[in-house]
Nanobody
């Protein structure tokens, strides 16, 4: 079992930065593929970014490519999402997720989820 706890959400003006963190604990969480998803009101949960357990491979949604950076510190069992040049359309609840297999953009392939952290971008 893996437990995930997100932090770092909040209210930010458009164009500003924000960094999210997700701390993992439990069964060898450092060996898991970790990802960020987000869900805006009335919309389905969507993929944002994923990083393999070695950190050697990252994949981003087209909507955040060039603005967001995912990274991880396995010594701290923590994954980060640095968000720059934020836009109002980035407003959503952001979730981190973990799975023991290869990286995936499919929300249904992730077994473990955090509780989410709200990000609100004002125009």
């Amino acid at each position: 079992q893996v437990q995930l706890v997100e932090s770092g959400g909040g209210l930010v003006q458009a164009g500003g930065p924000l960094r999210l963190s997700c701390a993992g604990s439990g069964r060898t969480s450092s060996s898991y593929t970790l990802a960020w998803f987000r869900q805006a009101p009335g919309k389905e949960r969507e993929f944002v970014a994923v990083i393999t357990w070695t950190g050697s491979t990252t994949v981003y949604a087209d909507s955040v490519k060039g603005r967001f950076t995912i990274s991880r510190d396995n010594a701290k069992n923590t994954v980060y999402l640095q968000m720059n040049s934020l836009k109002p359309e980035d407003t959503a609840v952001y979730y981190c997720a973990a799975r023991s297999g290869y990286g995936s953009v499919d929300v249904n392939r992730y077994s473990y989820w955090g509780q989410g952290t709200q990000v609100t971008v004002s125009s």
